[in-house]
């Protein structure tokens, strides 16, 4: 992707689960690659629990914080639902998607007024709305490494594996290892258990 | 925190938020005095400056309300130093009546600067208001950067402009800009050592007789007009000298209007980004009018530009005036964000472009998949100590035989509008507790339900206390609760007078709200815990029973910040559990329905309550709710 276009990616999912963390994340590698990046953020009225959404956009150009509706290169999902709900607006038969398939339920799934589709009708849908879709159990993978919390590395890692980005593991272990102090080790481990995780299927595939 | 930013070297080149550009762009121009008071999306300004302000000498405050913030901002300018108000759009109609008597008046040799950050399409706000013309309005200069490193480098021309001419300057920000991070080059962080001196010679009035002041003003105006802004470097004009469309725009309308223009390929565009927002450069606007057919203003909330520009072509003969389309002609919609789909929307409808990013059948596909997603609505946290507080308001209301009803205000705990709908009104900061005031005094035309006033900590002492006193004054009958979670909650914690620490953690005196309270002349007033659900039912249904005013703290700090103190500590939360033989199931729902807490999840399999581990905070509130005593503590 060494071409002059710019790189549209849209990072979906819940407020708590770190995604405006690991936009800014991909940001940095991206900046101290040399390209120019705009995050913009979405994140209602910012409690716990809301939908987020970042659009992060990489490239040689100077562009705004905001994503064209129908034009993401690449989807980043959290969440399954909120995959869905994002996607709905700004994915295109050409885009790729990259999923953790563990739900995060609303409140009022919770408490039993609302119901939760099963993963497998979401999955089928947005299937059926991009050229691929990667999906992976981010969650499980985290609390490999010990922390539950670490779920949005493992996105990170997994879209670098991807190879969809012009970043690289390194570009994103450097970054990891300037901005994390806590945690630093398993915030490392988890990049590379998300990286492998979809590198393998990558390589399969091709 | 944007420590890169606030800290990083000259010739940096940094990625940050807007508000970041902007902090850093106040420490370029050497600001002393920043004064603010929390509001989404500005808040990261004065938490910025506040981060660095020891080390270099700054001095910042969180202040009660944006009106003092202006204010005390002002008395550094009036003793020459480079002075910093910050605050969201609905800060600014706070400060309106302050700054349009600044703006008469002047204020002293220092440079005054306002930066007011509004929301359109309101993601954190209750409307939606445009800081230009009410800047226009009040006689002050106003300028919007469109770029992040505009945005740090126009603070250092708003303070050189407000010095030089002895006006304050407005900067306008929009949530997309300052809550978007782009890169942007750091400049020298100079050491500004100017000394405070109170300056006798300039009083700030306007005495004896303002409209001469006002006649002065208009004059400075004009000639900041014509000496700056008429050829300013700040206004930038891209494409031909006879464009097929003009665009012309402000902040973050100019990415919208380049980035558009190339994803149609549309030819012969030229874009007028426009800085210098009040008073505007009319000439250099009119010679982009005449040699344009069609004109399409791109800009944030209101058609400022575009009534502006439009009044100004009155001037034109009919045929160098050209067409117009924004806001008012109906091809940007007048409300909510100006976004790049409505940029694309407009300009390939004027050019007559068809653009479809997706097929028809594509769109419609995605448009039904995206119905399978269930909504996601804002609620309280678990473990939050406002839902217990509602949840026992609307006990005693109960037991009130339904009788009985709130008016609220601005913060966390506004999300009682959806709790149950228990909360009836939002609107500005203290409004609650104004509306509670007149309600109180309809009992003599009939009105037999008990008001209830809910306000927040900050909110308090930020605009309640005048209404607090209204219902004492006028003896009206209000039961007032304030909800206090010690600390700004809603805008990222900052710290209020309640609390006892300053704005850069240092400790300060604490002024209590109950001190203020008994000040005022409540006699009954309680503190409560609001996890002690029956105590909190008690006091609430004693109060609105009662035949005096009743003022109630609930006290109890956010869930989150407990949160934060326990992982800190690696002391274990509390944990709760569900006797699944005990629990009632189906016809109680007492604990995940009518309570509310996402952590008391519904079973759908067993029909029972389960406490879900990771999502409980441990307020033990559900134990005491439960009829059936189905829930118990677990020991670790
Ligand atoms: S489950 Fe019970 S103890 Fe836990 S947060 Fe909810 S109400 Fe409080
Ligand atoms: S309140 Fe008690 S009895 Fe009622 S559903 Fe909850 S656990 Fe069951």
């Given at each position: 992707m060494s071409d002059l276009r710019t790189i549209n990616i849209i990072i979906a999912g819940?407020?708590?689960?770190?995604?405006?963390?690991?936009?800014?994340?991909?940001?940095?590698?991206?900046?101290?690659?040399?390209?120019?990046?705009?995050?913009?953020?979405?994140?209602?009225?910012?409690?716990?629990?809301?939908?987020?959404?970042?659009h992060l956009r990489i490239g040689q150009k100077e562009v705004g914080p905001l994503i064209p509706q129908h034009s993401a290169h690449i989807l980043l999902g959290f969440e399954p639902a909120e995959t869905l709900r994002v996607g709905a607006s700004y994915l295109n038969p050409q885009a790729s998607v990259i999923m953790n398939t563990h739900p995060i339920y609303p409140a009022e799934v919770l408490t039993g007024q609302l119901e939760y589709p099963p993963t497998t009708e979401i999955e089928e849908k947005i299937g059926k709305l991009?050229?691929?879709?990667?999906?992976?159990?981010?969650?499980?993978?985290?609390?490999?490494?010990?922390?539950?919390?670490?779920?949005?590395?493992?996105?990170?890692?997994?879209?670098?594996?991807?190879?969809l980005t012009p970043l690289t593991q390194n570009d994103l272990e450097q970054v990891i290892s300037s901005q994390i102090r806590r945690l630093q080790k398993v915030n490392l481990e988890a990049f590379k258990l998300g990286?492998?995780?979809?590198?393998?299927?990558?390589?399969a595939f091709s | 925190m944007g420590y890169d930013v606030m800290f990083g070297k000259t010739g940096n080149t940094v990625l940050g938020l807007g508000n970041e550009a902007i902090a850093r762009g106040a420490l370029e121009a050497g600001v002393q005095f920043a004064a603010a008071y929390p509001g989404t999306p500005s808040s990261e300004i004065l938490g910025n400056l506040?981060?660095?302000?020891?080390?270099?000498?700054?001095?910042?405050?969180?202040?009660?309300?944006?009106?003092?913030?202006?204010?005390?901002?002002?008395?550094?300018?009036?003793?020459?130093?480079?002075?910093?108000?910050?605050?969201k759009q609905n800060g600014l109609f706070v400060v309106l009546d302050s700054l349009i008597n600044v703006a008469f008046s002047g204020h002293g040799k220092g440079g005054l600067v306002l930066v007011v950050a509004d929301d359109p399409l309101a993601h954190s706000s209750t409307t939606e208001g445009d800081s230009r013309p009410l800047g226009n309005y009040s006689d002050v200069v106003v300028l919007e950067p469109f770029t992040h490193q505009q945005a740090k480098d126009i603070i250092s021309y708003a303070f050189d402009l407000s010095e030089k001419y002895g006006l304050v300057v407005l900067v306008r920000e929009t949530t997309r800009l300052a809550q978007s991070r782009a890169p942007f080059t750091l400049g020298e962080v100079p050491h500004p050592s100017r000394k405070a001196v109170f300056d006798h010679s300039i009083p700030l009035h306007n005495l004896p007789r303002p409209h001469i002041r006002h006649a002065e003003l208009?004059?400075?105006?004009?000639?900041?007009?014509?000496?700056?802004?008429?050829?300013?470097p700040w206004n930038r004009y891209t494409g031909p000298r006879q464009p097929s469309l003009l665009i012309i725009t402000s902040g973050t309308g100019w990415k919208y209007a380049n980035e558009a223009t190339q994803i149609l390929s549309t030819k012969g565009v030229g874009i007028l980004a426009l800085t210098t927002l009040s008073p505007l450069p009319e000439k250099l606007i009119l010679k982009h009018l005449k040699s344009a057919k069609k004109v399409l203003f791109l800009e944030e909330i209101d058609p400022y530009l575009e009534t502006q520009i439009r009044s100004l072509s009155a001037g034109l003969s009919k045929t160098a005036t050209p067409k117009f389309y924004g806001k008012l002609s109906g091809h940007i919609p007048s409300y909510g964000e100006c976004n790049i789909d409505h940029a694309i929307d407009a300009i390939s409808r004027i050019q007559g472009i068809k653009y479809t990013p997706?097929?028809?059948?594509?769109?419609?596909?995605?448009?039904?998949?995206?119905?399978?997603?269930?909504?996601?609505a804002l609620t309280f946290c678990p473990g939050c100590p406002h839902r217990a507080a509602y949840y026992s308001i609307l006990q005693a209301i109960k037991k009130n035989k339904g009788k009985g009803f709130v008016t609220g205000d601005i913060g966390c705990y506004s999300l009682g509008a959806f709790y149950h709908d228990i909360m009836r009104s939002q609107l500005s900061m203290g409004a609650g507790a104004g509306l509670a005031s007149g309600f109180g005094n309809l009992d003599q035309f009939g009105l037999d339900e008990p008001v209830i006033a809910v306000m927040g900590?900050?909110?308090?002492?930020?605009?309640?206390?005048?209404?607090?006193?209204?219902?004492?004054?006028?003896?009206?009958?209000?039961?007032?609760?304030?909800?206090d979670n010690r600390s700004t909650a809603m805008t990222g914690f900052q710290p209020h007078p309640g609390i006892g620490i300053g704005a850069t953690g240092e400790k300060v005196t604490t002024v209590p709200i109950e001190n203020l309270l008994k000040g005022i002349g409540f006699t009954e007033i309680s503190v409560i815990d609001p996890f002690d659900i029956e105590k909190s039912i008690k006091a609430v249904y004693k109060a609105i029973t009662a035949t005096t005013s009743h003022a109630i703290v609930f006290r109890r700090e956010c869930a989150l910040i407990t949160n934060r103190r326990l992982i800190k500590s690696g002391e274990p939360a509390p944990r709760f559990i569900v006797d699944t033989d005990e629990c009632i199931g189906e016809t109680c729902k007492i604990c995940s329905v009518q309570?509310?807490?996402?952590?008391?999840?519904?079973?759908?399999?067993?029909?029972?309550?389960?406490?879900?581990?990771?999502?409980?905070?441990?307020c033990g509130v559900c134990v005491q709710i439960c009829p059936a005593k189905a829930i118990t503590g677990v020991k670790r």
């Open positions: 819940v407020g708590g689960q770190g995604n405006l963390f690991s936009s800014r994340l991909i940001a940095l590698a991206a900046l101290n690659k040399g390209f120019y990046v705009a995050v913009g953020e979405t994140y209602g009225a910012a409690q716990r629990g809301g939908s987020v959404m970042s991009c050229s691929d879709l990667w999906t992976l159990d981010a969650v499980e993978l985290a609390t490999k490494t010990g922390s539950p919390l670490v779920m949005n590395t493992v996105m990170v890692g997994a879209l670098i594996g991807s190879q990286f492998k995780t979809v590198r393998k299927v990558t390589l | 506040a981060l660095v302000s020891k080390g270099l000498g700054i001095y910042t405050e969180w202040s009660t309300n944006e009106k003092v913030a202006f204010e005390a901002a002002t008395a550094a300018a009036w003793s020459g130093l480079r002075a910093l108000a910050s605050m208009h004059t400075r105006l004009e000639e900041i007009r014509k000496k700056e802004f008429e050829k300013s997706v097929s028809r059948a594509y769109a419609v596909k995605a448009k039904e998949a995206a119905t399978l997603a269930p909504r996601r900590d900050s909110t308090f002492y930020h605009a309640c206390l005048p209404a607090l006193v209204n219902i004492i004054y006028t003896q009206s009958k209000v039961t007032s609760i304030i909800f309570f509310n807490c996402p952590a008391c999840v519904w079973d759908n399999e067993t029909s029972k309550a389960r406490i879900d581990g990771v999502l409980c905070n441990g």
